[in-house]
């Protein structure tokens, strides 16, 4: 049966009128993240099957066919990052990232993802990629096992989801003492440059993220008392900016993926959820003092808002990020679809200790895992896989 669907199976490029409602349906059908017998997150894109890449400077999606039938589907983009390098370099590498990767469950165990991986990684290689990674919850073990396994990836990073329920009914008192300012997209993309250039995985096209209609916009906090000055070049001919920002200071940026796409939830939930979920309402209206995080209805689909570029400087920040964790999280309350306010947050960045989560709902641990492409050494790859991350990961808001 196996060597039959070989022969058979026909992989080509995405054509949105002839695929798009059969793409659909293959994404009802499989589930993201859950037990069997417990809870299933499902993505619906809205009609737009691509919409988790398009907003990326180079994509592609196949589709795998059998026969008639599509039974499987993968995307992928390509973006130019900073990365580590042997030795311990920093340096810009073009990168491919894989996502979306579905096959049908009557077809699964038949090679078809696997031959859909190394189909992207042919169009990765013929646009001069050198490295390839993916993303997947810990948990994924059949998506571990292919990646790792059967195709030469090797575990590179295992960053946090945190994430925050959205309560509709009140919102959260910000602190008087904390002065909270908006930047134009060009000082946001300075700042960045200049703070954040060397994290790992940091965007070479920032601007282009910055001044995506997704992107909501960029908050910095700093304490009342204390001057913000707008950074600025210092001249033409040097190219150098100059800025004196506050003794201590944090900055976000928030993506509202709403727009993009809407999570629903389906499947029977453990008791103790259901039972603390109602508490937890009955508490937040008869007794708002009490502060306790409510947690939304998710019985139709929302949406969340993604928090990226979360970065902080100075020995007082810690509130300065709670602060504007607390803002962002009051905005989403004005978005009828938005009941969630997510981030994902590099293993060793100690910002991830003041932005506030609920333990619940946040994954302790992701799973990204790493190919070379450009004839490195396997001992060369092993180095970059297994070097200490820097102090930041930058996670595109376009790829989650």
């Given amino acids: 049966m196996v060597q039959g669907l070989y022969r058979e199976l026909k992989i080509r490029s995405y054509d949105g009128e002839k695929d798009r409602a059969r793409v659909e349906e293959l994404e009802r059908g499989c589930e993201i993240v859950g037990p069997a017998d417990r809870v299933f997150l499902y993505t619906d894109t809205l009609g737009d099957p691509i919409c988790r890449i398009r907003n990326s400077p180079s994509f592609y999606m196949l589709v795998a066919e059998s026969g008639n039938e599509l039974v499987g589907v993968i995307q992928g983009s390509i973006k130019l990052v900073t990365m580590a390098r042997p030795r311990g370099n920093l340096g810009l590498a073009r990168v491919g990232y894989i996502l979306g990767l579905r096959v049908s469950p009557h077809h699964r165990r038949q090679?078809?993802?696997?031959?859909?991986?190394?189909?992207?990684?042919?169009?990765?290689?013929?646009?001069?990629?050198?490295?390839?990674?993916?993303?997947?919850?810990?948990?994924?073990?059949?998506?571990?096992?292919?990646?790792v396994d059967s195709l030469g990836y090797v575990k590179f990073r295992t960053p946090t989801i945190l994430?925050?329920?959205?309560?509709?009914?009140?919102?959260?008192?910000?602190?008087?003492?904390?002065?909270?300012?908006?930047?134009?997209?060009?000082?946001?993309?300075?700042?960045?440059?200049?703070?954040?250039?060397?994290?790992?995985?940091?965007?070479?096209?920032?601007?282009?993220?910055?001044?995506?209609?997704?992107?909501?916009?960029?908050?910095?906090?700093?304490?009342?008392?204390?001057?913000?000055?707008?950074?600025?070049?210092?001249?033409?001919?040097?190219?150098?900016?100059?800025?004196?920002?506050?003794?201590?200071?944090?900055?976000?940026?928030?993506w509202n993926s709403a727009e993009v796409f809407k999570l629903r939830v389906q499947g029977r939930a453990p008791l103790s959820c259901l039972i603390y979920a109602k508490s937890c309402r009955l508490m937040d209206r008869f007794f708002p003092c009490f502060k306790i995080p409510a947690i939304p209805d998710f019985a139709d689909p929302f949406g969340f808002y993604f928090m990226y570029g979360v970065h902080c400087e100075g020995k007082s920040s810690a509130q300065l990020v709670r602060t504007l964790c607390q803002f962002v999280r009051n905005m989403a309350r004005k978005s009828k679809d938005c009941k969630l306010v997510v981030t994902e947050i590099g293993a060793r960045d100690e910002v991830r200790l003041h932005i506030p989560h609920w333990k619940l709902l946040s994954s302790p641990e992701d799973f990204w895992c790493i190919k070379a492409f450009n004839n490195e050494e396997p001992?060369?790859?092993?180095?970059?896989?297994?070097?200490?991350?820097?102090?930041?990961?930058?996670?595109?808001?376009?790829e989650v």
């Fill in 379 to 398: 001992s060369s790859l092993h180095e970059i896989a297994m070097s200490p991350p820097t102090r930041a990961l930058f996670v595109d808001p376009r």
């Fill in 111 to 147: 090679g078809i993802g696997s031959r859909l991986v190394r189909s992207l990684e042919r169009w990765f290689v013929s646009n001069h990629v050198e490295f390839a990674y993916m993303a997947t919850d810990k948990e994924n073990k059949a998506s571990i096992k292919l990646f």
């Fill in 163 to 254: 994430v925050n329920p959205v309560s509709p009914n009140r919102a959260l008192h910000l602190p008087s003492h904390v002065e909270i300012k908006k930047l134009g997209t060009k000082e946001a993309e300075l700042l960045y440059r200049k703070f954040m250039s060397s994290a790992e995985f940091f965007p070479n096209d920032i601007d282009n993220i910055l001044e995506n209609r997704l992107s909501l916009g960029t908050w910095v906090a700093y304490y009342k008392g204390e001057a913000w000055e707008d950074i600025r070049y210092e001249g033409v001919s040097t190219g150098s900016e100059y800025w004196q920002g506050p003794r201590d200071w944090a900055m976000v940026s928030v």
